[in-house]
C-alpha cells in the first residue's frame, strides 16, 4: 500500500543563466549576505559579478573562502562566528559539496550556538534538533554531485575523532536553490566524474532502499534517466552544456529522492571509509558499488534489472530480469573506465586493518544506511565487501 | 535545454489512516478550526471523530457545510464573513475539490477582505494578487479528481456572469495535506469516474501543454502511469483501496504536474461549457478530450504515442509512432465505456446557439490554457470541436 509523507521546501531556479537573479533573490531575505564561496572561485568573474549584483541592489555582504573537502566542525563553526559578527542576516553559498554544507551549517550554528558537530545525528549519543528558523539559506551548486542544494542534510568532517557525520534537521532546506549548469562547465574532468557517480549513488540508492516508495522511486527512476543519457558526455566534454544540464537535474532530483527514502549499503561503507581515508565521498562510492550489487543479488534482482536497462539501453529488452541483473556490475564498471575512474580503496590508503573499524561505523554511525539495504547484511558481509574492494 | 522553477509548499501525508492525524497537524497552525466539510459529511463519523478530536487537543472549532459543486463566490463571501466573526485563524477544507476550493478562497477572503471574485484572474480585467499570508490551510481530499489539495488554484463560479474564474496565488497553497485513500471509497460510481478523468486531463494536458518541462513532465507521466493501473477498477469497485490509493496519488500528481507546466485545450474547452450549463467539470472535459486529439493530431504525435502506450500497454510496442497515436482517442472511449462514461454536452443541456459564447470565453477567459495547446487553435477550430462534441 502507497504510505509516505512529502515535503519540499525548496524553491528550485533550474537552468543556464538563472544565476543573474542571485541578489535579486538574496534581497527577498535579508540585507546582509553571508556569502560562502568555493576556494575556486576567488576572485573569479562568477564571484565579482554576484557581489557586484549584491551590492548595486544595497545588500552589504561578507565573504567567505574557507571552504574544504569533507567540511571540517572547526573550519564551519569560525565562519558561523564571523557570520555573528558580521551580523550577516542570510547565507549564500556558492561551489560543491562542501562549500554549499558549510553554509548550511554556518547558518544554523549563527542563530542557534555551540558548535555544528552538537546537532551532528550520531548512533547512541545525544544530539540538538532545534525547530526554531535558523538564517534562511540560498544555494547554488557549482557541481553535479551531492545534491545537498535539495536537501536538509549538511555532511561534517571531525578531523579530531575521524568521524563523518549529518546534521539532519528541516530548519536547514535551502530557500531557494538556483541550479545553472552554466557554472558547472569549468569542473576538473576527474571530479565531474566521481561527484556524478555520487549522485548515481543516491538515486541508485534511494531506488532500492528499504524506506523508498512511489514518490521517491519516481524521482530515483527520473535521475538515473537522465544519469544515463548525460554522465559520459558530460565528464569528457565539460562545454556540452546539455550533457551538464541532464547531470545537473539529476542531481537535484537524486537530492530530493534519498532524502524521502534513506539511502543504502553503499553509503554506509564509503561514508566511514571517507572518513577514515579523507578519501573524496564520490571515490569511496564508486569503489564499493559493483561489489555491493554482487552481494545483493537475487535480493533485488527486479529493481537491478530495471536499473540495467536504463544505464544500457541497447540491452535486449527481452532478456529475463535475473541476466539484465547480472549483468549491472559490468555496466556500471563500464562507465567507470569510459571516464576514467580506476578508484580503490588501497588509492585512498585504506589498510587492511583498517577494515574492522570501517565495520564497526558501519554498524554504529552508518547502521541507519546500512540497515536500508535490501539484503540484510552481517558485519561479516561487510568486511568481505570492503576487502574486495581494496 | 532545460529551464524551469519548481515550487511546492505543500507537505503530503499521503495513505490509509493518516487522516487520524488530522486534529495534530492543525493544532500546528491555529487555535480556532474554521471547519469546512463537503455537506456529504453532515453527521458522518468521519467529522464526528475529527471534531472530537480537535476538541481533545483543545482546538476550537466553527463547523461550515454550506458548500455547491462549482463554488459560488457568494456562498464563499459568506463563509468568510463567517470566519471571521468567529476568530478562527486556520481553515481546515474536508471533501471534494469544491470544498477545498471552498475553504481555500475562504482563508484568503477572511484575511484580505473584499470578495473572493476580486481576486480572480480574469482576462483584461484587474484582480487583487496580494503577496501576505492568508490563514494556514489544512486539506484532506474525499475524492481523487481536481488535485487542488496541492495547487494553489481554487475555481470560483459566478453565477450572476454565467463565469467561472479561478484564484491563483501562491499564498493560498495548503499548508499540509493528507490524502487518505480511504475517505475516497464512498465516492458514487459516476462522480468517481467523472473526477477521475479529471485528474487524467490534468496529466495529459500537463503533459502535452506547451509550458511543460523535463519535471513536470516526469510528474504528469507517473500520473498517467497510476490512473492506468487503477482508474477502472477504482470506479467499479469502490472498495478496491489498492486502486483507490493509486488514483489518489495519481490525482495530487496531476496536480502539482499542472501547476507547473499549465493547461491546455481540453480545459479553454470544458470550462466555459461548465460555467455555462453548470455541468460536471470531469464531464464537460470528457466530452471533449477525444475530439481535441483528433484536432491536435499529428501535432503531438510522439507525446500521443507515449500516452496510448500507458493507457494500453497490450498495444504493440513496435508500432510506431503514428500509429499508436491514432489510437489514442479510442483507447481513451474505451475508457469510458468501461466506467459508464456517455456524456455529450447536449446532456448538459448546450444548444448550438450557445457555441459562440463559449468560442469567446475560450479566448478571453480561458485564453492562456488555449494558448498553451501544442496546436495553434482558432476560433473556427473551437467552435468545430464544441459542435462535435453536442
Excluded at 228 to 237: G, I, K, L, Q, T
Excluded at 262 to 268: E, F, T, V
Excluded at 368 to 383: L, Y
Aim: with cysteine; charged share 20%; proline share 6%.
Amino acid at each position: 500500500m502507497i504510505s509516505f509523507n512529502m515535503y519540499f521546501p525548496v524553491e528550485i531556479m533550474f537552468g543556464a543563466g538563472k544565476i543573474e537573479q542571485m541578489p535579486a533573490i538574496c534581497k527577498k531575505f535579508g540585507s546582509k549576505v553571508f556569502a560562502v564561496f568555493d576556494p575556486f572561485l576567488k576572485g573569479s568573474d562568477l564571484a565579482s559579478q554576484i557581489l557586484k549584483g549584491l551590492k548595486k541592489i544595497g545588500l552589504g555582504y561578507y565573504e567567505f573562502y574557507d571552504v574544504v573537502p569533507n567540511p571540517r566542525h572547526t573550519v564551519i563553526d569560525q565562519g558561523a562566528a564571523l557570520c555573528v559578527k558580521q551580523k550577516c542576516d542570510l547565507v549564500m553559498a556558492i561551489g560543491g559539496g562542501s562549500a554549499i554544507d558549510t553554509g548550511k551549517a554556518i547558518a544554523l550554528v549563527s542563530t542557534h550556538g555551540g558548535s555544528c558537530w552538537d546537532y551532528t545525528v550520531r548512533h547512541g549519543e545525544k544530539f540538538l534538533k532545534p525547530e526554531t528558523p535558523c538564517l534562511p539559506i540560498i544555494t547554488a551548486p557549482t557541481t553535479a554531485g551531492t545534491g545537498t542544494e535539495a536537501t536538509h542534510i549538511s555532511v561534517i568532517n571531525n578531523a579530531e575523532l575521524k568521524l563523518k557525520a549529518a546534521i539532519i534537521n528541516p530548519i536547514i532546506y535551502p530557500k531557494v536553490s538556483i541550479v545553472d549548469p552554466e557554472l558547472m562547465i569549468s569542473v576538473p574532468k576527474h571530479i565531474a566524474a566521481l561527484t556524478g557517480i555520487d549522485t548515481f549513488a543516491h538515486a541508485f540508492e534511494s531506488f532500492i532502499a528499504n524506506g523508498a516508495n512511489e514518490w521517491s522511486r519516481m524521482l530515483a527512476l527520473k535521475s538515473m534517466q537522465l544519469f544515463s543519457e548525460s554522465f559520459v558526455a558530460s565528464v569528457n566534454d565539460s562545454t556540452n552544456i546539455t550533457a551538464k544540464s541532464k547531470m545537473a537535474l539529476s542531481c537535484t532530483l537524486a537530492g530530493y529522492a534519498f532524502t524521502q527514502s534513506g539511502l543504502c549499503l553503499p553509503h554506509a561503507i564509503g561514508q566511514p571509509v571517507s572518513a577514515l581515508t579523507d578519501g573524496p565521498h564520490g571515490g569511496t562510492l564508486a569503489a564499493c558499488i559493483p561489489q555491493v550489487i554482487e552481494f545483493t543479488l537475487p535480493h533485488a534482482e527486479a529493481d537491478f534489472a530495471v536499473v540495467a536497462q536504463i544505464l544500457d539501453p541497447r540491452l535486449n529488452i527481452n532478456l529475463p530480469a535475473s541476466q539484465k541483473a547480472q549483468k549491472l556490475p559490468d555496466i556500471i564498471k563500464s562507465l567507470y573506465k569510459q571516464t576514467g575512474v580506476t578508484v580503490t580503496y588501497k588509492d585512498y590508503g585504506l589498510r587492511e586493518v583498517d577494515i574492522p573499524t570501517v565495520v564497526d561505523l558501519c554498524f554504529s554511525n552508518y547502521l541507519q544506511d546500512a540497515k536500508g539495504h535490501p539484503r540484510a547484511v552481517t558485519k561479516e558481509d561487510v568486511f568481505r565487501i570492503v576487502k574486495r574492494c581494496l
